[in-house]
């Protein structure tokens, strides 16, 4: 391991510095990303395509739920099958598009296109008429997001001529104000994606509620994650600078979303939108982790593997309450009581709670540790104040568990079976993955190692440019 | 002295799936394109039984058939997954390659 790594860096640092001295033709093909590049040709199209251990982890995790997304729509999709199917198929396609393209301009273009089958996933295959709404929700706030990554991109090319890492660079070393405003616009582009509150994240939670549940697995499991992705491949190394100097006014919003957010659920009724509250306050508290370490491994690591870790554990908490959706046909809190005669269920249920918590042997405990830790790091009061957040999130956690199946009296109608075989092949899958992740979270260190180290030299490379 | 010749063919059939044919660039381009293409088989049938009014019934085994897809594309990239994670510690596991050996490997799959 010690010489790929000598390996990979001693070539990194030739080809910074060959860039630096000339524009070879070596160089041309250099990018953000480490390993394998390729063309492939697509109906006529070239697309130039890249992986490393980021994009290769977003695209593992997409690979891991797709058969979780299309067994937990197995029975609740009764319209047009074949085109739910076209549509779900379309949109990983456009998601692996999405995670492996190299420059930022066909990046957009996959990253536009993934709303289309989204918006019709929602709108059309939601459980009630206002899932039309919720999917112009969906939309527009997209929309308003990629309307700035947009004017990032026509600056990139005035100033720089080009989509590229490379035309990233000379942006970065000939224009100062110029650079820092297309930092900021690529950095909202994806805070709607992310979502970061206390603004941009109002589509979520209608998106959540609308959707069926396979939309909801996709919506917090991958593509959430894009924003989070954008922002280690296109801002960090190369603009990194500047989001170090808008790091307080960043960490503010973050922690301000994380509180705001959880402090909302207890006006909610909505199983569905209070996990996706939830979720939204998780990825916040991974933002700010790595607001408060941004030249730092912890950092990026913790950031990293907290989206892999969420990504698996909102999953888990969405399809159960898909499969508490089914059993009793509403998701509202204050008329379902006590699923009390389904054991399994039960136990089911709880422990993704409990991985929601971050309860030690699980991957979630490991990440928010580490998370914790990050933020510590950066400052005892944002530590104190997120605190404030995991407090919250444990409570209502236990709350939501208890008031499901613990509450005494009359529901609605709950059926006298437990979890089918299909409920359980799903539940137990996203179980022993969370497991695995605890128990050896080496795993996805490896995968990202070197390309965090990657990042890193970059962002310190080109800091110690502008100083 | 049976059991390690079986162990050995074992391991270089199972190297030959994961090092042959994961590591191969055609193999990770089909993987990305999978989706796709299901996905263009699902829109024909939604065409045809939309458009030209085919029996619905005549489609058997729809929702196995999507659960199979599916699988076989989490399968293919557990697959990528070994060489990408493990590509130097199975090279050198499998076929006693040096130093020098796995640079010149890494190279050309770098490349």
Known sequence: ?467 | MFEYIRSEYFIDLWSSWTLGIASSKEFLVFVLVFPLIVALGYLSFYISIKFFSYDYKTFFYLKESVIFFSFIYFFFFVLILIDFIYYVEVHKLFFNLSEEEINILLNIKNK
Request: negative net charge; charged residues 10%; glycine residues 6%.
């Open chain 1, 1 to 467: 391991m010690n010489s790929l790594h000598e390996l990979l860096e001693i070539n990194f640092f030739n080809q910074i510095f060959s860039f630096s001295s000339s524009l070879s033709s070596d160089v041309f093909f250099y990018d953000s990303f480490r390993y394998s590049f390729f063309l492939l040709n697509l109906f006529g199209f070239d697309i130039f395509i890249a992986i490393d251990g980021f994009s290769f982890l977003f695209l593992f995790l997409t690979a891991i739920l797709v058969p979780v997304t299309f067994l937990a729509g197995w029975d609740s999709i009764k319209k047009d099958y074949f085109l739910y199917n076209f549509l779900i198929f379309m949109s990983i396609f456009l998601l692996n598009m999405v995670f492996v393209v190299v420059d930022i301009l066909t990046f957009f273009i996959f990253f536009e296109l993934l709303m289309i089958p989204l918006f019709f996933l929602i709108g059309k295959w939601g459980s009630r008429p206002e899932s039309l709404v919720a999917s112009f929700y969906f939309w527009f706030y997209t929309l308003f997001g990629s309307f700035f990554l947009l004017i990032a991109l026509i600056l990139i090319y005035i100033y720089s001529g080009g989509f590229l890492f490379l035309n990233f660079v000379y942006l970065f070393n000939n224009y100062d104000i110029i650079s820092s405003i297309v930092c900021l616009f690529l950095f909202i582009g994806f805070m709607v994606k992310i979502p970061v509150g206390p603004f941009f994240h109002l589509w979520l939670p209608q998106a959540h509620v609308e959707a069926p549940t396979a939309g909801s697995i996709l919506l917090a499991g991958i593509i959430l994650k894009i924003g989070a992705y954008g922002i280690l491949r296109f801002v960090l190394p190369v603009f990194g600078y500047y989001l170090m100097k808008y790091s307080v006014i960043l960490s503010f919003f973050s922690i301000l979303s994380v509180i705001i957010v959880l402090w909302n659920i207890e006006s909610c009724n909505d199983l569905k939108k209070m996990i996706a509250y939830m979720s939204i306050s998780h990825m916040n508290l991974a933002l700010l982790a790595l607001f408060c370490n941004l030249d730092n491994f912890l950092g990026l690591q913790s950031f990293i593997f907290f989206m892999f870790s969420h990504g698996i554990v909102s999953v888990g908490l969405f399809a159960s309450i898909g499969f508490v959706y089914e059993r009793v046909g509403s998701r509202d809190l204050t008329r379902i009581f006590s699923l009390r005669n389904q054991p399994i269920f039960s136990g089911f249920f709880l422990f993704f709670f409990l991985a929601n918590m971050a309860f030690p042997p699980l991957s979630s405990f490991v990440c928010e540790m580490l998370v914790y830790m990050s933020i510590g790091m950066g400052s005892i009061f944002l530590l104190l104040l997120s605190m404030i957040g995991f407090f919250l999130n444990g409570y209502l956690s236990i709350l939501i568990f208890c008031k499901l199946f613990l509450a005494e009296g009359h529901s609605l109608y709950v059926p006298f079976y437990d979890l089918t075989n299909r409920e359980f092949t799903i539940s137990s899958f996203l179980i022993v993955l969370i497991l695995l992740l605890g128990l050896y979270p080496n795993f996805i260190f490896n995968m990202i190692e070197l390309d965090v180290q990657y990042t890193l030299l970059e962002m310190k490379y080109f800091f110690s440019l502008k100083i």
